[in-house]
């Protein structure tokens, strides 16, 4: 069976301080994968999704980036946190080709400071 | 492009109550229609599904929901709560040609007080 694992769990960084989340998914081969970001009162944002290694698709401009180096890998990062990139972030997957649910992480919990 | 509104932040009812969430969408093609369950500090699970066929589709855990595309609304049902149904819901809508990515609304929370 297909397994999703998102760490860590939670963090508290400083603001200014590089971030580095990771995804990964476990029981299947070339899923599309999401990064979501849910902040308090606003639902869930769509900030990168990706159809395959090393393509990254941006949805809002922000300070954070994406990269795929390995087909089950997603991994969140910035290179100077802001005090608004607090929330919970949320990694997804799908089977690639015809449409199937989206399955969620446990997700991080990011405090900026 | 796709909009999604849930009007209720939050819905407090009783034990045993029946309860309704709303869910209204925008889309000038057709979609797919979804309501997730959210469980505190936990990731999203779905919890069903409108593709096609009936528009009445329904949970294992005694939800239902009810496609209607002259209202634009897909609205969430459950005839008797439990505390443990407390939890935030979020439906979403996405295309049903293509790659697309899901449009989420803002969530409801529901609160069940025994």
């Known amino acids: 069976s297909q397994t999703i694992h998102q760490w860590p769990a939670t963090l508290v960084q400083p603001v200014g301080s590089p971030l580095s989340l990771e995804c990964t998914v476990e029981?299947?081969?070339?899923?599309?994968l999401y990064w979501y970001r849910q902040a308090a009162g606003r639902g869930l944002q769509l900030l990168f999704y990706?159809?395959?290694?090393?393509?990254i698709s941006s949805e809002v401009p922000q300070n954070l980036s994406a990269s795929r180096p390995q087909d089950r890998q997603f991994i969140l990062s910035s290179k100077k946190l802001l005090l608004s990139d607090s929330g919970f972030y949320l990694c997804?997957?799908?089977?690639?080709?015809?449409?199937?649910?989206?399955?969620f992480g446990p997700g991080t919990r990011l405090t900026v400071l | 492009a796709q909009s999604v509104t849930q009007l209720d932040s939050q819905v407090p009812v009783f034990e045993e109550a029946p309860v309704e969430l709303r869910c209204n969408y925008s889309?000038?093609?057709?979609?797919?229609l979804f309501w997730y369950v959210q469980y505190p500090n936990q990731g999203l699970q779905l919890l069903l599904k409108?593709?096609?066929?009936?528009?009445l589709v329904e949970s294992i855990n005694g939800f239902e929901a009810e496609f209607n595309k002259s209202q634009t609304s897909f609205h969430l049902r459950k005839p008797s709560v439990h505390i443990s149904d407390t939890a935030e819901y979020f439906c979403a809508v996405r295309p049903n040609t293509g790659f697309q990515k899901l449009v989420f609304g803002t969530g409801t929370r529901l609160l069940v007080s025994p």
């Open positions: 889309s000038s093609v057709s979609v797919y």
């Open positions: 997804a997957w799908t089977t690639s080709g015809s449409y199937n649910e989206q399955f």
């Open positions: 990706s159809v395959g290694i090393g393509q």
């Open positions: 029981g299947t081969s070339n899923p599309n």
């Open positions: 409108y593709l096609s066929g009936s528009t």
